[in-house]
């Protein structure tokens, strides 16, 4: 019996020193944007900033001066953001306007509102994102996955895109994920996932497209002002995980709450893509914890002849290709 207590207190010491080591290295390595870089005068659009990772950099941003456009598809909850972020950081230019990122048609509505109110844009964060969907199609008939964290963005940026030329250096902050390396069959035959749908592979997808767009925008961008960034938050404390089944939650549980980042942390790549003077002169690269991690992405990531079909595939289903708007 002693021999069991002894075995079993020495597996303890071993598994809680395991833990603590991993505790302090997951702190070593969390990035901090250190810019104090202010932006009075500087417009801001930060998609789904409502909460989460969002909330944070358009909390981060407004403290730097900017004028801050929360682009949210919840209007009491942008609101109430709204007011958060007004409150803590006593910055009046902190707004709300309705965005539905999922729907086309509400994202040529609120570009249509947004360039007749403003007479500038300096950095866009497309930032809004789903997880865990079970398969299913908007109204326009794009999977919401896929709409959501990609082409709703695609529309948007190009859309703005004329904006961010004039106003230029401006830059496009693609909020991406490291899961876009277990991506596989990336088909643009079928981006819907009509022939196969898995919820995982819908999002690593979505996450991949998010990258692939950043590099053929940086690469189409060159000369115009326009800088191009895309990043992985780290894995963070945020309600993307609402979706993820009960039974899941036994495994997610302790991770999520010991050794994930808070959303404060999360935003830091997000706020130094935005802000720092370090990649001013940098366009369509991947960034982790506030440095470049291009050894960090996919190889599918960098293939540049899928990038521009992926571009090309989504000016033709947004419709872009055939029309001005
Ligand atoms: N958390 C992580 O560990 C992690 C890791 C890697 C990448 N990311 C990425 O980080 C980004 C932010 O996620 P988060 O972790 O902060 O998650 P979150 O707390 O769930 O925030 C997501 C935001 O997106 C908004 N959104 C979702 N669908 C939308 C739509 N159709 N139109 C407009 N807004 C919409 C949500 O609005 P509602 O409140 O109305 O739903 C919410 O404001 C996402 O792109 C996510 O993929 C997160």
């Not at 207190?9 to 395991?18: F, P, Q």
């Not at 929360?70 to 230019?93: F, M, P, S, Y």
């Not at 939650?249 to 003077?277: D, M």
């Amino acid at each position: 019996m002693d021999t069991l207590w002894q075995v079993l207190i020495a597996l303890l010491v071993v598994v809680v020193t395991l833990m603590v080591g991993l505790k302090m290295y997951v702190e070593a390595i969390k990035g901090r944007c250190s810019s104090t870089r202010d932006l009075t005068g500087k417009v801001v659009v930060v998609t789904g900033a409502n909460t989460g990772i969002g909330f944070c950099t358009a909390e981060n941003l407004a403290l730097r001066n900017a004028r801050v456009i929360l682009a949210c598809r919840n209007e009491k909850k942008a609101k109430d953001a709204v007011q958060r972020i007004r409150a803590a950081t006593g910055n009046k230019e902190v707004v709300y306007q309705h965005l539905d990122i999922s729907l086309l048609s509400s994202v040529r509505t609120f570009v249509k509102q947004f360039l007749l109110e403003e007479s500038r844009l300096d950095i866009l964060i497309n930032n809004a994102g789903v997880a865990g969907m079970q398969f299913s199609k908007t109204e326009e008939g794009f999977e919401t996955t896929f709409v959501t964290n990609y082409l709703g963005h695609f529309l948007l940026t190009n859309l703005l895109l004329d904006k961010l030329k004039q106003c230029g250096p401006s830059r496009v902050v693609n909020v991406s994920s490291m899961v876009h390396n277990w991506s596989k069959k990336f088909h643009l035959d079928d981006m819907n996932g009509e022939k196969s749908y898995s919820i995982q592979l819908a999002y690593y997808n979505s996450k991949l497209a998010n990258i692939l767009f950043t590099r053929e925008l940086a690469r189409r961008s060159q000369e115009t002002g326009v800088m191009a960034y895309s990043l992985h938050p780290g894995a963070v404390q945020s309600e993307v995980w609402r979706n993820v089944p009960r039974l899941h939650w036994v495994f997610l549980a302790i991770p999520l709450y010991l050794y994930f980042k808070t959303s404060e942390e999360g935003a830091q790549t997000s706020i130094y893509c935005a802000v720092s003077e370090d990649v001013a002169e940098e366009s369509g690269k991947y960034y982790v914890d506030c440095r470049q991690a291009e050894d960090q992405a996919s190889d599918t990531s960098r293939d540049m002849g899928l990038a521009r079909k992926l571009w090309e595939y989504s000016e033709r289903v947004t419709g872009l290709a055939t029309s001005d708007n």
